[in-house]
């Protein structure tokens, strides 16, 4: 099945620990992302990357790290400088298309900090 | 700053009637506006978009409607179910990079 997938889906973590979600998808996109979602503040984007080996900074960069090595992965790290890490991770990507209208989204990776 | 607005955080609507999910936002260079539905725990899924350059698409139920003069896009659910029950985001589209509303929840009263 032709998909992004994300774990783990649940994680708890200790405060001032470094976590890293991992995102993979199979449907040879270029393009991929990370949100994050909190209660009543939408989709606010992290990172995102349009191709190997280059990735830029989304309007929320401050504490969190990614890399791209290979098409079909995109690993979110969240730093201890991350101020308030508790929150739902939405990791997504898109076609590369001049035209490009959509973006598709895994199924999302709940981070609790305690 | 959000340059995506959705002013009504929840909306209830009667099964069978319309729905009218509405979203502003305030950058004229977005090229195109989407639409996805959330179910809780889960990534939004894709509904329905529009280019800058059109005014209108329709796909079965949903229709979205574009005003470039006054920054406003709407969603139109004809004729509602209670499988719509979800939170709504409206998202706009410039250089690959999504910028998304906060979201409407939509609750379809049977």
């Known amino acids: 099945d032709g998909g992004i997938t994300q774990s783990p889906k649940y994680l708890f973590r200790k405060e001032g620990q470094n976590v890293t979600l991992s995102c993979e998808q199979n449907?040879?996109?270029?393009?991929m992302y990370w949100y994050r979602q909190d209660p009543g503040q939408g989709l606010r984007l992290i990172y995102y990357s349009q191709i190997v080996n280059d990735f830029q900074k989304g309007d929320i960069a401050e504490g969190y790290s990614v890399s791209r090595e290979k098409k079909e992965s995109f690993p979110l790290t969240v730093t201890s400088a991350q101020k308030n890490p508790t929150a739902f991770y939405l990791c997504?990507?898109?076609?590369?298309?001049?035209?490009?209208?959509?973006?598709?989204f895994g199924e999302g990776s709940w981070l609790t900090v305690v | 700053d959000q340059q995506v607005k959705q002013n009504s955080p929840s909306l209830s609507v009667q099964e069978g009637r319309i729905s009218i999910l509405n979203c502003d936002y305030t950058n004229s260079m977005f090229d195109y506006f989407l639409w996805y539905k959330k179910y809780p725990a889960e990534g939004p899924t894709f509904l329905i978009s529009?280019?800058?350059?059109?005014d209108k698409n329709e796909d079965g139920r949903f229709t979205v409607f574009l005003n470039k003069s006054a920054k406003h896009l709407s969603l139109h659910i004809v004729p509602s179910q209670p499988g719509d029950s979800a939170v709504y985001f409206c998202a706009a589209k410039r250089r690959k990079k999504l910028t998304f509303g906060t979201g409407t929840r939509l609750t379809i009263i049977p």
């Open positions: 529009i280019s800058s350059i059109k």
């Open positions: 997504a990507s898109s076609p590369e298309d001049s035209y490009g209208n959509t973006i598709y």
């Open positions: 449907l040879n996109h270029d393009a």
